[in-house]
């Protein structure tokens, strides 16, 4: 069976500070692809990466980066300069390769709270 | 493209009441699921599908039914509506092609209240 943690249930931080979210992942297999989605206080649930277990390459895209490590089973997300719109809750997900079953196992998720 | 729909946004049910939470996609996705979400547990999975006439269990199935006659549709049926059930369900698509056309895509959620 595959599980997240997200130990950090909230975070506050003020803006222009650069904040991370820590997600640490456990499966057993070879092949599985790591996601983070973003819920803002408006409920929906929106895609930012999607990683491959074969690609440890470090991504940025504008403010936002991740830190895949197959080491230390983590896939950490930082946001640098926070602003006050990246308030929202953000969820780590674990997804096993091949198969049919495309079942995506969520942690609990982290509540950003970005201060003016 | 319109993405994926859900519909109704709210909804508030007696218990013992039935009722079908739609979901549709035009983005001609094989793959279509549903995802219930409560307070400090992250999203599980009901039930998904790989294609029409295709469905399987997922993680929490119990008390709701599914099928899936069309590629866009997906309605998830509670027959006997519980407190238990009252929560935000989610329903996602994507393809079933390895890339990142696999990424699931969520709709904008349904709130579901059981008295």
């Known amino acids: 069976a595959q599980k997240v943690t997200q130990a950090q249930t909230e975070i506050s931080v003020v803006e222009k500070e650069d904040v991370t979210l820590d997600c640490v992942y456990e499966?057993?297999?070879?092949?599985?692809?790591l996601f983070w989605y973003k819920q803002p206080p408006s409920g929906e649930l929106v895609f930012l990466i999607r990683?491959?277990?074969?690609?440890?390459q470090n991504e940025i895209s504008g403010r936002y980066s991740w830190n895949f490590q197959k080491s230390t089973s983590s896939f950490n997300f930082t946001i640098t300069a926070s602003q006050v719109v990246d308030s929202a809750v953000y969820f780590c997900?674990?997804?096993?390769?091949?198969?049919?079953?495309?079942?995506?196992?969520f942690g609990k998720g982290t509540l950003l709270t970005v201060n003016p | 493209n319109a993405g994926v729909t859900q519909t109704p946004k709210f909804q508030v049910l007696k218990t013992g009441q039935s009722m079908t939470l739609q979901c549709a996609q035009d983005?001609?996705?094989?793959?279509m699921s549903w995802y219930r979400q409560d307070p400090g547990m992250g999203l599980r999975l009901i039930h998904y599908?790989?294609?029409?006439?295709?469905?399987d269990q997922g993680e929490v199935p119990n008390g709701y039914n599914v099928s899936r006659s069309t590629t866009e549709d997906f309605p998830l049926r509670l027959l006997s509506a519980a407190p238990s059930q009252t929560s935000v369900y989610f329903c996602?698509?994507?393809?079933?092609?390895?890339?990142?056309?696999?990424?699931?895509?969520f709709g904008p959620g349904t709130r579901l209240t059981v008295l």
């Open positions: 499966t057993r297999d070879t092949t599985y692809y």
């Open positions: 997900a674990i997804r096993r390769g091949g198969g049919s079953n495309y079942k995506l196992t």
């Open positions: 990683r491959n277990s074969f690609d440890e």
């Open positions: 996602a698509s994507s393809r079933t092609t390895s890339g990142k056309g696999d990424t699931q895509y």
């Open positions: 599908s790989v294609g029409a006439g295709i469905t």
């Open positions: 983005m001609n996705h094989e793959y």
